[in-house]
């Protein structure tokens, strides 16, 4: 099993629906991240988690949300999605030094038609 | 101040050659950059990191330059593979911060 599981990897949703990202890791680590990537933007960051009761903003946090259910789990919902919001998103965690750096999940790409 | 610059955005290389993708950044409390490797369909995976106490490492084919008071760093890949083909990142953090990363360079080496 992977270490940063995220479901669903494929998604297609309508403009206006509500969506929820799915992540969830097997390191033990305390910290979570939601990243979406753009082609010529990079990753940049939407919210973060250094533990289970400490979300944080990104740099792009506008029209989502997160909840972090447990040490191991981290969601990223679209309240209300739109097409500009389609994309390729990653969960990524780490331990509390970052010693090894991120783990990042394999992704969700997401359309929003 | 926070940004993290990267260039190019793409890149090709014929294969044996040496690709080198650069970054610069501006905020000078910056103490740790990494680089990620990502393959298509994939997530980023750490490649190798410095700390700006040292000017070099190196890491097989993969060496990080570093150049403090230039505020820029960069990643060369010596004798370059066609299985070197993917997208780097580079990446800057305080401490033990969240990382800041480039915006990617699409490296395509030719066989």
């Known amino acids: 099993d992977a270490d940063v599981t995220q479901t669903p990897r494929n998604r297609i949703t309508k403009t206006g629906k509500r969506i929820m990202l799915e992540c969830s890791q097997t390191?033990?680590?305390?910290?979570m991240y939601w990243y979406r990537q753009d082609p010529g933007l990079g990753l940049r960051l939407i919210y973060y988690?250094?533990?289970?009761?400490?979300?944080n903003k990104g740099e792009i946090s506008d029209g989502y949300s997160v909840s972090r259910q447990a040490q191991a789990k981290f969601s990223l919902s679209l309240e209300s999605a739109i097409p500009n919001q389609t994309a390729l998103y990653f969960c990524?965690?780490?331990?509390?030094?970052?010693?090894?750096?991120?783990?990042f999940g394999s992704g969700t790409r997401l359309t929003v038609v | 101040q926070q940004q993290v610059k990267q260039s190019p955005q793409s890149l090709i290389v014929q294969k044996g050659g040496i690709s080198i993708i650069n970054c610069a950044y501006e905020?000078?409390?910056?103490?740790?950059f990494p680089w990620y490797q990502q393959f298509p369909g994939k997530g980023p995976a750490l490649l190798i990191a410095?700390?700006?106490?040292?000017s070099e490492k190196k890491e097989g084919r993969f060496t990080i330059s570093f150049n403090k008071s230039a505020k820029q760093f960069s990643l060369h890949i010596m004798d370059s593979q066609p299985g070197d083909s993917a997208t780097y990142f580079c990446?800057?953090?305080?401490?033990?911060?969240?990382?800041?990363f480039g915006t990617g360079t699409r490296l395509k080496v030719l066989a």
């Open positions: 410095i700390r700006p106490d040292v």
């Open positions: 988690s250094f533990d289970v009761k400490d979300i």
């Open positions: 905020n000078t409390a910056f103490d740790y």
């Open positions: 990446a800057a953090s305080i401490g033990t911060y969240k990382y800041i």
């Open positions: 390191k033990g680590h305390d910290r």
């Open positions: 990524a965690t780490s331990d509390n030094r970052q010693q090894h750096g991120y783990t």
